[in-house]
């Protein structure tokens, strides 16, 4: 005879007492470690803190018979916040925590984490989430942008139509900012005055190859093919910082190799800059107009 003594019950043998033992509302039995708990709260604290078990809290379920960590079951069943790495039960209460936790990195209508507050603001500004309505005035281009720094960084690609480059933009804005607003004429090397720029280009020949990459006679940098090389060097990365954020309009004094990367900085609102905004749209209206005749566009 076996005595249950929880049940205060006989049984006719051990194998029926072990039956009872495991299929009893009364007893709560941890089959792995052979041990009976006195209520099911404390089976779960027993799940939770034991390392023989692996046991999900959100799922309130074991998860030793499944063959993959918590991590896993994790990635697998639930949702994880990619700000901070909390678990969730449901994408639902994932994205509302992303909402309240991380409003300065959570995008909500893309639904995506950034890296930092800086980011998400340029993400805001993009394509995505604002509308192309400033179209490029050089005749027989017409193409859209959503923003004036996006604009003039189409005229320095020397993608438009109209054929303007960088050079011509750099020495056109010296022209028309006779005041050196925004332009650090000195560092121009023909100066603000002269009105029918040459276009210099820069590129790199098969002798660039080192052995291994094609390396950039200027920084060392190397590229794998010379194609990128040559747009390394078509780019401002080496040029002269004409541009600078003036502290006379409230600017933070940073400077800038493009007109585009300071009107970017000009639109991120990063500085007192932006309330005079409207004052540097005359000289990128003269600068369309000049780019015009320059051009014959």
């Not at 900085?265 to 600068?287: A, L, P, T």
Request: charged content about 25%; overall charge positive; glycine content about 6%.
């Amino acid at each position: 005879m076996a005595y249950c003594e929880r049940c205060r019950r006989w049984f006719c043998s051990d194998q029926a007492l072990w039956q009872h033992e495991r299929t009893s509302s009364y007893h709560h039995f941890c089959a792995a470690c052979d041990r009976d708990f006195v209520s099911e709260t404390a089976l779960t604290q027993h799940y939770m803190n034991s390392s023989r078990h692996t046991y999900c809290t959100l799922c309130s379920e074991l998860i030793d018979d499944l063959d993959m960590s918590l991590s896993e079951h994790y990635e697998e069943a639930h949702y994880k916040c990619p700000g901070c790495h909390l678990v969730y039960r449901d994408r639902k209460s994932m994205l509302a925590h992303c909402e309240e936790e991380h409003a300065d990195r959570w995008c909500i209508p893309c639904k995506r984490m950034f890296i930092n507050a800086n980011n998400l603001r340029q993400h805001q500004r993009s394509a995505i989430h604002q509308p192309a309505t400033i179209r490029c005035p050089m005749k027989g281009c017409g193409k859209l942008f959503i923003s004036t720094s996006h604009l003039v960084l189409h005229l320095e690609s020397g993608t438009c139509t109209s054929g303007m480059t960088r050079k011509m933009i750099d020495d056109l804005v010296a022209k028309y900012d006779k005041r050196g607003i925004i332009t650090n004429p000195e560092r121009l090397i023909e100066g603000p005055s002269r009105s029918s720029p040459d276009v210099i280009k820069t590129w790199a020949t098969e002798r660039a190859w080192n052995g291994w990459a094609y390396e950039c006679y200027v920084c060392h940098k190397t590229f794998s093919s010379l194609t990128a090389l040559n747009a390394h060097l078509g780019s401002p990365v080496h040029g002269d910082k004409l541009y600078h954020c003036p502290k006379a309009y409230g600017g933070c004094g940073t400077e800038y190799r493009t007109l585009s990367a300071f009107l970017q900085h000009v639109e991120s609102g990063r500085c007192g800059v932006i309330r005079f905004q409207d004052k540097f749209r005359k000289i990128i209206d003269d600068v369309a107009k000049g780019g015009r005749l320059l051009t014959g566009y």
